[in-house]
């Protein structure tokens, strides 16, 4: 079978073998690959420090029987550094490469907007402010923060790919009956986001308008309001996507249980 070049992402790496790597890739071009890299575990590998997890790599690629096989490797850009000299930042990345390994469940299967997505979100988390440097910089002065603040970097991705996937929550109207007139009062994660009086479930949740006002900016890009959210709907905010994001898996992150959401 012919070779394939690509780029893509890499997800995770598990050991194969004694000298081998296991390989799972987001791509550019065929979505989630799984491949083996020969021999990057010995000292003198040609290209094992270029397929560490968080690295966008361009490969060549022979497909096999069971594993495709990378023959070639070249770095196009770590993202890893930046995050691994700041513990909130590499679980948040870590977080994000393991829901975008969730939610390319096949194999092969093209997924251009969940990579490009991954690779924005790796970006803008590199470039994230210091949680010191991001506390609430008040409705007047948004450029008071420099950069922006890991946690809502990640609940945008999460927001942003769970939308790609067709799981976006319903913020407008509601969930359950399409009203745009009655009040929305509750957030219930079974029926797809929030919910008026009449279609509220038992245990949904009844967040702040504020929060709702953040998740719908997050949604869409809306930095400049996002950043002037006070950290109480940060914290709430983070809450619902994170459940929100668990159950439309029907998958725990596990990641997630490590990131600083406070």
């Not at 609430?136 to 991705?157: E, K």
């Not at 109480?232 to 905010?237: A, I, K, N, S, T």
């Amino acid at each position: 079978m012919q070779v394939y070049r690509d780029d893509g992402v890499v997800l995770r790496t598990q050991k194969l073998g004694e000298a081998d790597r296991i390989v799972t890739l987001l791509c550019r071009q065929n979505g989630r690959v799984r491949a083996v890299a020969k021999g990057v575990r010995r000292t003198k590998s040609r290209f094992g420090a270029r397929l560490e997890p968080f690295t966008h790599v361009d490969l060549m690629i022979h497909p096999g029987r069971s594993l495709d096989v990378i023959t070639q490797a070249e770095a196009i850009r770590a993202y890893g550094p930046p995050l691994a000299a700041d513990y909130p930042k590499y679980t948040a990345g870590a977080a994000m490469l393991e829901t975008a390994e969730r939610l390319t469940p096949v194999e092969k299967e093209p997924a251009i907007r969940q990579f490009l997505l991954l690779i924005g979100g790796l970006r803008a988390l590199g470039e994230a402010a210091e949680p010191a440097s991001s506390l609430d910089p008040g409705p007047t002065d948004p450029s008071a923060a420099i950069g922006r603040d890991h946690r809502l970097v990640l609940d945008a991705y999460f927001l942003r790919s769970l939308a790609v996937a067709g799981y976006a929550p319903s913020l407008g109207e509601c969930a359950r009956c399409g009203s745009t007139d009655r009040r929305l009062t509750a957030f219930a994660i079974g029926s797809g986001g929030m919910v008026c009086e009449s279609c509220r479930p038992p245990g949904a949740a009844s967040p702040s308008p504020e929060t709702i006002t953040l998740m719908q900016a997050l949604l869409r890009g809306d930095w400049d309001n996002a950043m002037r959210s006070e950290r109480r709907h940060r914290v709430e905010c983070s809450g619902l996507v994170a459940a929100y994001l668990q159950w439309h898996l029907e998958h725990s992150i596990r990641s997630l249980r490590h990131v600083e959401r406070a």
